[in-house]
Structures are given as C-alpha cells and as structure tokens.
C-alpha cells in the first residue's frame, strides 16, 4: 500500500529565509509522481511543485525545490526567501501508475514571521 | 477555460437528506477523484474513475456513491447525510503521459465544497 508521512505538525520560520518541509513515501510501483500543493486560509488547493520518480534532476519551479532522494524515499520541498504569504498549509501527495487517485500526508503548517 | 468546476460552494443539509455534489472538467483528462477533508488533516480519497463507467472506492467510500456516465461529469451522491459527513469535498481531474522513458502525472482540483450536516 502507498503511504505519506509528514512529521512537522507545525514549523516557523523567519521572513526573506529558508524553509524545508519534510515528506517521505512508500510505495512498490516504479512508476510514481511527487506533489506538494499550498492550502492558505481560503481553502483551496494550490499546486507547487511535482517530480516524477524516473527524473533524474530535482523539481525546481520559482522559489520551490523538490529535494528527491529516491533511495531514501524522500521528497522534502525547500522554499527559498520566505515571504508573509508563503504561510500557509503544506500537503505533499503521490500518485502512481494505477492512475488517478493522490494520496496524502497529513501537512505541515507553515507560518512565516516578520 | 475553467478547469474543474464544483457545485454547491456551500451546503448545510438535515441529517438523513440526500443530495449530489457536482463536478465537472473541460480539459478531457481520463481520470476524476473526490476526497474529503476534515479539520486538521490531509485529503482522504473518497471515490475515483479512470473513465467513463469505470469507479472504484478509495480509502472512505461509505454513504457515497458515484458514476461516470461521460468524461466531463463526477458527481458525488450522499444517501442519507450523516454529521460525520460534515466535511470540504474536493474533486480533482488527472492525467498520466507516458514518455519513452518516464510518465508524467498532473492534477487539477475544484475550489472545494464545504458541507454541514446538522
């Protein structure tokens, strides 16, 4: 069975700094994808950033890294120069080649402090 | 385009009352799902297709049905709402491309319904 655990109930970190939120998977299928989706106090689903488990390099899309570490079964998402509207609820996710269907960690609340 | 389109934005119904939340896609992907969440958790997979007239449950499927008679439309049907239903339904349609030497997946989410049943 596939699996998400996200071990930060909760992490602060100061404005124009580094953040890592963590996230390890299990999974036996070769063939998978990584999310990590952004839910703010409005409540929608925002999508990140995803990396594919055949990609060789890191997902980068702006100010969001994927640090893939498939031995490790890792997919911890770093977020550089953290900005106010950056806290937020965090939620990492995986897909297989079942299709259709993400599983979910339980998030990591982020707030940022000024 | 609008991507994934849920209905009702808001609900409260009577316990016991049945009604359909719905959801719609215009971008021709293959796959739909619906999940809840409650307070202080993740997502968890209610229902989900990989095309139309195939469904299967996902890790919560009791008191909700569905169907996939096209491609566009995955409604979600409760029988008879229960307070335990009190929860955010939030509908996703998905894709997977298979490359020569990777599949890409992608995931696109509705704005979410919140249901209150008293």
């Known amino acids: 069975a596939q699996k998400i655990t996200q071990t930060q109930p909760g992490m602060f970190v100061q404005e124009k700094e580094a953040v890592t939120l963590d996230c390890t998977y299990d999974t036996s299928d070769p063939s998978y994808g990584l999310f990590w989706y952004k839910q703010p106090s409005s409540g929608e689903m925002i999508f990140l950033i995803y990396q594919g488990s055949y990609d060789q390099q890191n997902a980068t899309e702006g100010r969001y890294s994927l640090n893939f570490q498939k031995a490790r079964k890792s997919a911890n998402l770093v977020i550089s120069a953290s900005q106010l509207g950056d806290s937020a609820m965090y939620f990492c996710a995986m897909t297989s080649s079942q299709g259709g269907k993400l599983i979910f960690g339980q998030g990591t609340e982020l707030s940022v402090k000024p | 385009n609008a991507g994934v389109t849920q209905t009702p934005k808001f609900q409260v119904l009577k316990t016991g009352q049945s009604m359909t939340l719905q959801c719609a896609q215009d971008m021709n992907h293959e796959y739909m799902s619906w999940y809840r969440q409650d307070p202080g958790m993740g997502l968890r997979l209610i229902h989900y297709s990989v095309g139309a007239g195939i469904t299967d449950q996902g890790e919560v499927p009791n008191g909700y049905n569905v169907s996939r008679s096209t491609t566009e439309d995955f409604p979600l049907r409760l029988l008879s709402a229960a307070p335990s239903q009190t929860s955010v339904y939030f509908c996703?349609?998905?894709?997977?491309?298979?490359?020569?030497?990777?599949?890409?997946?992608?995931?696109?989410f509705g704005s979410g319904t919140r249901l209150t049943v008293v």
């Open positions: 996703a349609s998905s894709y997977s491309r298979r490359g020569l030497t990777t599949t890409n997946y992608g995931y696109t």
